[in-house]
């Protein structure tokens, strides 16, 4: 539907159906719960992948589709489609992870550690059934390519495993083929035709590269926690770096966790090892390889609306990973909303459960229904700026954040007036001590350096994309990283990554046997601690120009680096300080080349600078 014709919906409401024929039921601008979902009809089909043949067995790939509709699309009603597209459906295999500590050439030194198992969804489990099928929607959940049922191999983010939901979309809109358990063509005559796709991490991911092909049918996306950029989530700035939580985790590996299809180690093997071979675990440059998975070179193409999720403490999916997506969606102006929560790798539906149905009812009805909701006019951001505090923006990042130069300065002082300093401070790198150990120890200490701000009058808050600059030398050793963390010092309360049951029961949609449709409220688990890292930043050297080309270093020569922290909200409240703590290797990040680089670094010629709203005199 052209964009014209979308709007006119968005007014207009769904089209009325004959007398005769069944349809949603609209009141208040939302549709109601008027369907049964214990009567729902449940439907399998596999989906012809046309023109992908990724294990290359003369075939067109193959998905496998489970979709739960209401019974009345049986007698003439149509419905929209919510999709939700995953390689974890059938869980996954024990892996190992690739070894961190290296020799000073970047190679791995002989020690492994199995992957920790990350968690495998069941169909129909979740909340969207229960809410959304009720009210005229259909779900579709689609196994990715070398995943359960589904043919082809698992190629993590590369344009394979994007066909798959797109030619899903391309079936319920009458583009592609689809056929039973027996191999009898089968045919969305129950579609509208509409679709829009939702996930959690790569679940969350696939939405954003299926809305880069520019499919027709795709009407939004919700993407939460998500990758807009691989080379992102197991690099960074040049330089090899893991996801939180999975030192040592890379492309391939995960390729193999999800290559769960019959056969699959035998058939997709080959395609696997040159995954290997050139995901480039010395240099971490970036290349064509890493491009083809990079959705942010085909943004240009995205016609869906986008809804981001994020969580603010998220280290497994970085934060620069919404950021760059929603940072190419506004230059673009493509409708957008975004939620920004305290949470990590989190689903918001465990958050603010309530607020969450509201919100993205509307947004489907909107969408999906052409249901004028109200939910484009209400303000864009949603922030949790602490455990629990929300607050609404018509933007991301704050309007009126702009970006404020902090000079480093003798003593180890931060702050925003230039103090030239013409001496030089160095630090020895090492990788026993985590950054936590770093930052907590007292004084000077010869692996790191630290520069603080005084005791900040007014509260200060961060909102977008923090840069540093380093003026330094590298001698004596093999490390190639520099590691930028920013610290908030002063007690506070402040969320420590779990979920606390709060003792209540939210009943949100229809239940069936085994699923009530209910849940526990939960509410972030919080802590007092003495200080946060509040976001992080890592350089490979080599790569100072380009992401995309190692330069060697010459010992002892000063150079100009300059690398982005992890976008961020935040704010630092008043009598806090601030600090730039550099260090070399992050322990729990990068790779862990022999100890003993000396990194000597010239404060007066560095400086960082924070995109902040209302800046304190410092």
Known sequence: MPLAALLVAAVTGPAPAAADTPAVKVENNATQPVFSRADAVKQTVHVEVAGTDSDSDGRPDRVAVDILRPKETEAGLKVPVIMEASPYYA????????????????????????????????????????????????????????????????????????????????????????????????????????????????????????????????????????????????????????????????????????????????????????????????????????????????????????????????????????????????????????????????????????????????????????????????????????????????????????????????????????????????????????AEQLVEASGADPNRLAYTTGELPADVRISGTPRVSVRASFAGGSSPYLTALLVDHGSDTRANGTLVPTGETYCYGQGVPGDTGCTALRTLGTAVTPYKIVTRGWLDVRNRHRADRTEPLRAGKEYDFTWDFQPTDYLVKKGHRLSLVIISTDRDYTLRYPPGTRITVAPGRSALRLPVVTPARW
């Open 91 to 434: 869980g996954g295999n024990d892996v190992a992870n690739y070894p961190v500590d290296v020799d000073e050439n970047g190679n791995p030194l002989p020690t492994l550690r199995a992957q920790a198992n990350k968690l495998a969804a069941e169909p129909f489990d979740g909340y969207y059934d229960n809410y959304f099928v009720p009210r005229g929607y259909a779900v579709a959940l689609v196994e990715n390519l070398g995943s359960g049922r589904a043919t082809g191999c698992p190629t993590s983010g590369d344009r394979n495993e994007t066909a798959g939901p797109k030619a899903v979309i391309d079936w319920l809109n009458g583009r592609a083929k689809g056929y039973d358990a027996d191999g009898n063509p089968v045919e969305a005559t129950w579609s509208t035709g509409n679709v829009g796709m939702i996930g959690v991490s790569y679940n969350g991911t696939l939405p954003n590269a299926v809305a880069a092909t520019g499919v027709e049918g795709l009407r939004t996306i919700v993407p939460i926690a998500a990758i807009s950029s691989w080379y992102d989530y197991y690099r960074a700035n040049g330089g090899v770096l893991a996801p939180g939580g999975f030192q040592g985790e890379d492309l391939d590996v995960l390729a193999k966790y999800v290559l769960t299809r019959e056969n699959g180690q035998e058939v997709c093997g080959p395609l696997i090892d040159s995954i290997t071979a050139a995901q480039d675990r010395v240099t971490g440059d970036y290349s064509a390889f890493w491009a083809a998975r990079n959705y942010l070179n085909d943004v240009d193409k995205v016609k869906a609306s986008v809804f981001v999720v994020h969580g603010l403490n998220d280290w497994n999916v970085k934060t620069k990973q919404f950021a760059q997506w929603w940072y190419a969606l506004a230059e673009r102006n493509v409708p957008r909303k975004i939620w920004l929560h305290q949470g990590t790798h989190m689903n918001p539906f465990s958050l603010r459960t309530a607020e969450w149905l509201r919100q993205l009812h509307g947004w489907f009805d909107h969408w999906l229904y052409g249901i004028d909701s109200g939910i484009t006019r209400e303000p864009q951001a949603d922030v949790e700026i602490g455990p629990g505090q929300w607050e609404r923006h018509a933007s991301w990042p704050l309007p009126g954040a702009a970006t404020v130069p902090l000079h480093l300065g003798s003593g180890g002082r931060l702050g925003l007036l230039p103090r030239p300093l013409s001496g030089r401070e160095t630090f020895t790198d090492q990788k026993t001590r985590t």
